[in-house]
């Protein structure tokens, strides 16, 4: 049992410095409202739902392997954004997601989710956990319950739901990442590979977060897969309270559903904007090898013809839209 | 959170350790474990003390990380020291209640100790300087002999070789887990044993379908390669001794007979 008790520890936040959050907390207030009792400040509207504030990482410390996995990021994200986390391999991004709700603390930089600081001692990480919900790669991996049903009812009774409401939320989530009725009490493991990653899902979204987090969720899945849960996750926001982040490599995917996009290279944020903006720099992004959306490709290729378009297209439509145009 | 294992560890460095044949590195392990075990006294203990700290600067694996290695023993050691003080009879040094420490105990518990400390470090040594691949290479090439009587050296070689490669991985497996329950809320640390156990089959299901998947894979993947057992199977980099190994069994032999001579002329201690 030790070797989980250590890692309570490294989650307490012990590892920066006093001097290092107490700069943060100073420029925390030039962005934002400002409330140094911090209570208030959760409930105004003005306050973003979460901070990420220069934010650093590094693993392998004290080795000389070190890998600087995060460098310096600093965002803010917004009560039912839609934001397109975008990076190579390697470039820091599931890094990052993991400190989003405390999984991870940083060497320096914090987070603050609703103004409060998550790292700081005494704060409740167990509830973050509830708030920020974090879906990793391969998600199917996770599921261990006898039927789909009670695999959901895991994380909303880990969050102290009682057995009704647990099971009524279960139900609910089960059916809005739309899984047929009959699934219900299935073991997950007969299931296909794009249903047990809705059921995965579902036993986050279960937990009611306020964030969303997936990271790749389209990983290994069929075209057509990867379409449904894609505009499954289109679709969780319908409400606009929830906010999301979606982690990919996939431009196209991004470029249809994010509001914003932020693009990672490694551990630093090279491009914050929406997706017009960030594709706008279609040769920075070849440059590190990152492709922009095909259209945008096609687009730059009719100008150097000669035909007189707007290079800044992301989607089919947009580009049908452009070339008729174009041709008068 | 897991990666303190050193168990099937491979600390890259250059050093003479490192480049001794597995084979070498085996049998002197051996030839040290077996000489714990001959006497038992202070100056024979002193000895192999000296030889294992020689050995660890030579082969340039620092000592903290050979010592986070012998951090799972603790507790046994804790264990047995306890038993030893307690459950020796002799003379009696305090009690408590109808349980009594006596001073035959605490001396055997030291010896037992300390004679613990020095098998793990020492195997430690071993397996720290020597891939996995070239520890099974060497166990299956001392071995050879006992396919004689039909017993499957290769396969078993094979085996242990998967083994070992598949720790660090279904280590990182279990890392990755863990985490993904603990943002379901997931909660390893409170709550009383029973509860802790129960806490932890969320991480062993999912733990035990990627392990089958993974070795179905693996079978898949060899058999699509032929793969049909050691009958008639060379090797790419077949062991050989060098100069430096009969150095290495020189040394330990001076070792042993040192060992022999300053037991048979000081005694065993008498526990």
């Not at chain 1, 959050?21 to 207030?29: A, F, H, I, L, T």
């Not at chain 1, 922009?292 to 000669?306: T, W």
């Not at chain 2, 070498?24 to 075990?37: A, E, G, P, R, W």
């Not at chain 2, 024979?44 to 660890?56: Q, R």
Request: glycine share 8%; with cysteine.
């Amino acid at each position: 049992m030790s070797l989980f008790k250590r890692k309570n520890n490294t989650d307490t936040g012990k590892e920066y410095g006093p001097e290092g959050s107490g700069e943060n907390r100073k420029k925390y207030p030039e962005t934002d409202t400002p409330d140094p009792d911090g209570k208030n400040s959760s409930k105004d509207p003005r306050v973003p739902l979460l901070v990420a504030d220069h934010l650093v990482y590094e693993y392998s410390r004290g080795t000389d392997h070190l890998v600087r996995a995060l460098d310096d990021v600093s965002f803010s994200i917004k009560k039912g954004e839609f934001i397109g986390l975008i990076g190579h391999t390697g470039s820091g991004k599931s890094t990052l997601v993991q400190h989003l709700n405390a999984l991870l603390s940083p060497v320096s930089g914090t987070v603050y989710f609703k103004g409060e600081d998550v790292f700081e001692k005494g704060y409740d990480r167990k509830k973050l956990r509830s708030k920020v919900g974090l879906v990793f790669q391969y998600p199917e991996h996770q599921l261990f319950e006898e039927t789909v049903f009670a695999d959901v009812c895991f994380g909303p009774k880990n969050i102290g739901m009682s057995r009704k409401q647990a099971e009524l939320t279960a139900y609910e989530t089960i059916k809005k990442v739309g899984l047929p009725d009959e699934c219900f009490y299935h073991s997950p493991f007969d299931l296909s590979g794009g249903q047990k990653r809705r059921v995965a899902i579902a036993g986050v979204l279960a937990m009611k977060p306020e964030l969303l987090v997936l990271d790749e969720p389209t990983a290994g899945l069929d075209p057509k897969g990867r379409d449904e849960i894609l505009t499954m996750i289109d679709s969780l926001r319908a409400d606009g309270e929830m906010a999301i982040v979606l982690v990919s490599h996939s431009m196209e995917d991004v470029a249809q559903y994010a509001d914003r996009i932020m693009v990672i290279e490694k551990g630093k944020k090279l491009f914050d904007g929406t997706p017009h903006e960030v594709f706008s720099h279609i040769d920075e992004l070849d440059e590190i090898g990152l492709a922009a959306p095909e259209m945008s490709y096609v687009m730059r290729e009719l100008k150097k013809a000669g035909i007189d378009v707007n290079t800044n297209v992301l989607t089919i439509p947009e580009a049908r839209d452009e070339i008729l145009k174009a041709l008068g | 959170m897991l990666r303190d294992i050193t168990l099937g560890q491979y600390y890259q460095a250059e050093s003479p350790v490192h480049r001794l044949d597995p084979r070498t590195k085996l049998i002197i392990t051996f030839v040290y474990l077996i000489s714990l075990f001959i006497f038992t006294n202070p100056y024979v203990f002193t000895l192999a003390a000296v030889f294992l700290i020689l050995v660890t600067l030579l082969s340039k694996v620092p000592f903290k990380f050979i010592l986070k290695g012998l951090k799972p023993i603790g507790f046994l050691l804790l264990f047995t020291a306890i038993m030893n003080i307690f459950f020796t009879d002799g003379e009696v040094i305090f009690s408590v209640w109808k349980i009594e420490a006596t001073k035959e105990g605490l001396e055997r518990a030291v010896y037992m100790s300390v004679r613990l400390v020095f098998l793990v470090f020492g195997s430690n040594i071993m397996t720290l300087t020597t891939t996995p691949t070239r520890l099974t290479n060497a166990m299956e090439s001392l071995m050879k002999p006992l396919s004689v009587v039909k017993i499957p050296v290769h396969e078993i070689a094979m085996m242990m070789s998967i083994a070992l490669r598949f720790i660090p991985i279904l280590v990182d497996e279990t890392d990755k887990i863990m985490k993904a329950q603990l943002a379901r809320g997931a909660d390893f640390e409170s709550g009383n044993v029973i509860k802790k156990t129960k806490s932890l089959i969320p991480v062993l299901v999912p733990l035990f379908i990627s392990a089958f998947r993974r070795a179905n894979d693996l079978a898949m993947a060899m058999e699509a390669r032929c793969y049909h057992g050691g009958k008639g199977r060379t090797q790419m980099k077949p062991l050989r001794y060098a100069k430096r190994d009969v150095a290495a069994f020189l040394i330990s032999v001076v070792y042993l007979m040192a060992v022999i001579l300053i037991g048979h002329y000081t005694g065993s201690v008498k526990l």
